[in-house]
């Protein structure tokens, strides 16, 4: 990455993509200083890649079930996303755990976001387990993917309360809608700035010529 180049980003999706959308939108603008070079799903037929295809996005679609092994669809997602050369990976609600190929060549360059405020509700239920919990704040974590569930070094975190009301799919709008924000301001500033993981903190910085 330079300061002279928008920052590449391959963006992996398993759904309605409105996470992708926001960085898609936002690297309209040239400012913003990234672009999205392709996006990689591990199912077809998704409204992600349907967003990608609408924005002349290169996408590819590689299903668990037509490898192997786990580990062999692994190291086809790793050599997918490699064809595209991406300075930053974003796991924008992409419903797998990556493994050790594809942290071994990307560690570190990966970051997903989580529907909760980390440590607290890790897994595929953010938004039920914090409701369930009866906890009055919950929110989003934007992290760099390291090889356990929602465990990374946290690059961002965006509050959101949980008010009298609320189910599942109400409080997970509301989380989305803050998890978009903070998503979009924060890879720009890792296009922009860089970033450096330095143990469990992580600093914007250190972007040089
Ligand atoms: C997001 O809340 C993400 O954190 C979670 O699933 C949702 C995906 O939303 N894992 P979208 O596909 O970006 O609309």
Not at 53 to 70: I, N, W
Not at 84 to 94: C, E, K, N, R, T
Not at 99 to 105: R, V
């Amino acid at each position: 990455m330079s300061h002279t180049e928008p920052a590449a980003l391959v963006v992996l999706v398993s759904g309605s993509g409105t996470n992708l959308q926001a960085l898609l939108d936002a690297c309209a603008d040239p400012a913003y200083g990234a672009r999205v070079v392709a996006v990689g799903a591990d199912r077809h037929g998704i409204e992600g890649l349907a967003r990608a295809e609408r924005a002349g996005v290169p996408t590819f679609a590689l299903q668990v079930k037509d490898f192997d092994s786990r580990e062999e669809w692994d190291a086809a997602l790793a050599g997918a996303v490699a064809a595209y050369d991406p300075d930053i990976i974003v796991s924008a609600g992409f419903m797998k755990l990556l493994g050790s190929t594809f942290l071994a060549l990307y560690g570190g360059k990966v970051v997903n976001t989580h529907p909760a405020l980390s440590p607290s509700f890790p897994g595929m239920r953010g938004p039920a387990d914090a409701l369930a919990y009866g906890v009055k704040v919950t929110g989003a974590t934007l992290f760099v993917v390291d090889p356990g569930i929602d465990t990374g070094p946290i690059v961002a975190q965006a509050a959101v309360e949980v008010v009298d009301g609320d189910t599942e799919e109400t409080l997970h709008e509301r989380i989305k809608v803050a998890e978009r924000t903070m998503l979009v301001d924060s890879v720009g500033r890792m296009a922009r700035e860089g970033f450096v993981v330095e143990g469990r903190r992580v600093r914007f910085g250190g972007l040089v010529d």
